[in-house]
């Protein structure tokens, strides 16, 4: 049965020294299993905040996070992190990177080891694995660091800004490369970008917050009648500017 991932009234108001800030209202939505999900909205409105109680580093001030039937918790629900920053550790290899996540989750055996190397094989990356990081390109090391995120096998696959790093060229090719990773190994996938071009070109759907604190605006379903869909296609597609003008609007009157 596919998982699903759901978000139910889900608030969070931060407390400092100047105050209460609220960074998200009355979220509800449910992420599926093999769905990309894309977030657009203004800058500070609430996108990371958001992702942050997905991957459970912060809790929501009021709401609750389900996986299927059960609340949301490390023990049922494994979640994958990618940010802007591939964090990389320099020192170690590409394979020893790799293997860094199942590390910290003290679940190195041989099993999960092959199915890191048989990732590494998968996606074109196995004759670099005895490279360093700084022998990589940028694209390069981002894939790495999207590999090391899969061999942990998680269910949830959380992207913030993971590619605004990376310049144009190389974003276009490493955005190829990682939507055919995500839709061969089948997670429940949410990306964050301010990017509304990329977030066309990979996504299932695309949720469209408001200024913060963030509501959820409009959620547009993206579809292409594309046989074997991949990113550079769609931007190819005569539906694409159709749809950029549409959230460009959208996220415009909130200027
Ligand atoms: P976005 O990712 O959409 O740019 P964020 O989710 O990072 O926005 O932040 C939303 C709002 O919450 C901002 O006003 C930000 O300053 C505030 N905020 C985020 N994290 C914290 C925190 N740990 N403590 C206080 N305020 C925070
Ligand atoms: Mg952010």
Redesign the pocket.
């Known amino acids: 049965m596919k998982k699903c991932l759901r978000l139910n009234h889900i608030s969070k108001t ?3 020294e100047n105050g209460e ?1 609220q ?2 209202k009355d979220f509800t939505y449910a992420f599926k299993q093999g769905h990309f999900t894309s977030i657009v ?10 992702l ?1 109680m997905i991957s459970l580093l ?1 809790k929501p001030t009021t709401g609750e996070i389900y996986l299927d039937n059960s609340i949301l918790t490390r023990k049922n629900c494994n979640i994958g992190y990618m940010l802007q920053k591939d964090y990389l550790l320099d020192w170690r290899s590409v394979y020893q990177n790799v293997l860094l996540g199942l590390e910290i989750r003290k679940n190195v055996t041989s099993e999960t080891k092959a199915y890191a190397k048989n990732l590494l094989a998968k996606y074109g990356l196995i004759e670099f694995q005895d490279k360093y990081p700084e022998n990589l390109s940028g694209g390069m090391r981002q894939r790495v660091a999207l590999i090391r995120t899969l061999a942990t096998n998680p269910d949830v696959l959380l992207l ?1 800004e993971a590619f605004s790093a990376l310049d144009y060229q190389t974003r276009l090719s490493v955005t190829e490369d990682v939507y055919r990773i995500i839709k061969a190994e089948n997670k429940i996938t949410i990306m ?1 970008t301010h990017d509304i071009p990329e977030a066309i070109s990979m996504s299932d759907e695309i949720i469209v ?1 408001s200024p ?1 604190p ?1 509501t959820i605006k409009k959620v547009h379903p993206i579809t292409f009648d594309i046989e074997n869909r991949t990113p550079l296609a769609t931007r190819e597609h005569p539906k694409f500017s159709k749809y950029f003008d549409l959230i460009w609007k959208e996220l415009g009157e909130d200027g």
């Open positions: 931060y407390q400092d800030t960074a998200l909205g203004p800058s500070g409105c609430g996108k990371s905040t958001l942050s912060e913030d964050v917050l913060r963030a």
